[in-house]
C-alpha cells in the first residue's frame, strides 16, 4: 500500500509558496562604474553614456542624476537629467558631454539618487583630460577709415530711367557710409570723354560730397542725374582713368582722390564700352594707384555678358548691350556685377554700400580654421562681442567697425584637432 502527502494544498500551504511582495527590493547597477574620456584639444567635445539599471526584484525610483565636483570641472561637462522608475530588469542610459575649456584634469562625479537600500546615492567617478591645439593668431591694425568713390554714370539719352532708379534707391548705399561713419569722397563723372565739360571731370557742385557737405545724400543723388548731352561712344573705363590722373587730379578734381584711402568705382551703363585700353590695361592702372588689390572694390550695373539683356519693368522697356568690359574689371577685383535691366536696384544698392564698406568691418584669416567654432577675437585686448565668421571669403566680419588704430589679433587652430 502507498500513502501520498500532497503539501500545501490549503489556502495556508499555497501562501507559503509565494514570495512576500514586502521582501522584493530595488537593486541598481551602474555601466560603466568610472568614465575616463580620451585627451581633448581644448575647445572640442566628447560624450560618454552611463547606464543604470534596476537588476533587483522590486521597482527603483532614481529621484534625481547631478553633478558633483569642483565649480571649474563641473563647467566643462554637462549631464543629461534622468528621473523615474525602473521596473526590474529595465535600463536607462543617461548622456554626459565633456567640453574642456583649458587644458587640465577636470575630475567630477555622476551622482545618482534613488531609493536603493544599499546606495541611495552612487557615485561615478569622472576624469576628463584635455591639452592644448596648436593655434595660429592673425594680427591686424584697423586702417583709416578713408574711402573714395567714383560713379561712372552713362549719360546717353536711353538711360534716364536707369539714373532714376539708383536716384530712388541711394540711401540703401549711403546707409552704410553713415552708420559706419566713414571719411568718404564721392564723385561722379560720365562715360563720355569727346565733351569737353564732361571727359572725367566731376560733375555737380561741390565736385564731390564729403560728410562735411550739406546734404550729402541729396548732394549726391542730384549729381548722379547727369542729363543726356552726350557726343562719342560710351567709355566709361576711360573715363575712370582720367578722373583720377593728371591733369584732372590736382586741376577740376583736385581733393578728391586720397593715396590713403579705398578707391570704389561704381559703372552705370547699358551700352558696351569703347575705351581704348583692353581691360587688363585698366585693372593694371588700378593697381598701379593700389598696391593691394583689396584697396579696391568695382561695381558694375550694367548689361548682361554677350548680347545684353532686356526686361519689362511695366511702363518701361529695360534694355542694354553688352557690358562685358565692365564686368571683367569687376570680376578681376572679385566685386559686384548687376544686371542693369534688373527692375529694381535696391537689392543692387544695398549690396553695393555692404561690400564697399567691409575694408573697415572684415579681416581675412591667413589660413582656413580648422574648427571654426574655436575661433577667438580680441581688439586692444579685451575679448571682442559683435562678429561672425564668414567661411565662403574665409574672414572675421565686425558688425561695427573696430577703431581706428585699434590691433586685432584673431586666434584659431588650423588643423582640425577635434578629429
Known sequence: MFLFWVLGCTDQGLALLRPDPSDAEPDIQVDPPSVRFVPLAVGCE???RVTLTNVGSGPLDVSGTWLDGEDESLADYELEPLTGT??????????????????????????????DPDEPRLRVPVVGASFDPTWTLDVFEQEPDRIDVLWVIDNSGSMY???????TEIEKFFQWFVALDLDYHMGVVTTDIVNPIYSGQLVGTPTYVTPDTIDPQGTLA???????????????????????????????????????????????????DHSPLDVPGYASF???????????????????????CSNDCGAE???????????????????????????????????????STLYVRAFDLSETPGVPSMLEVW????????????????????????????????????DNPCE
Open 86 to 115: 525602473l521596473v526590474p530588469g529595465e535600463s536607462q542610459t543617461i548622456q554626459l558631454r565633456f567640453r574642456p575649456s583649458f587644458v587640465w584634469d577636470a575630475l567630477a562625479e555622476v551622482v545618482v539618487d534613488s531609493d
Open 161 to 167: 530711367q536707369e539714373r532714376d532708379r539708383v536716384m
Open 379 to 414: 581688439v586692444d585686448g579685451v575679448p571682442a562681442g559683435g562678429w561672425t565668421y564668414d567661411p565662403l571669403a574665409n574672414n572675421v566680419v565686425f558688425d561695427a567697425a573696430p577703431p581706428v588704430g585699434a590691433e586685432i589679433v584673431i586666434r584659431y587652430p588650423v
Open 46 to 48: 566628447d560624450r560618454a
Open 286 to 308: 588700378l593697381t598701379s594707384l593700389k598696391l593691394d588689390p583689396a584697396d579696391i572694390f568695382i561695381a558694375a550695373i550694367v548689361g548682361d555678358r554677350g548680347e545684353g
Open 222 to 272: 542730384r549729381a548722379i542725374d547727369v542729363g543726356h548731352i552726350e557726343m562719342g561712344d560710351e567709355a566709361g573705363l576711360e573715363a575712370m582713368r582720367w578722373a583720377l590722373t593728371e591733369p584732372l587730379a590736382s586741376g577740376h578734381n583736385a581733393g578728391f582722390y586720397r593715396d590713403d584711402a579705398r578707391l570704389a568705382v561704381i559703372f552705370l551703363s547699358d551700352e558696351p
Open 317 to 355: 522697356q529695360a534694355k542694354a548691350g553688352d557690358g562685358s568690359r565692365y564686368l571683367d574689371l569687376a570680376e578681376t577685383f572679385g566685386g559686384f556685377e548687376e544686371s542693369i535691366c534688373t527692375c529694381t536696384l535696391a537689392p543692387a544698392m544695398e549690396r553695393i554700400g555692404f561690400e
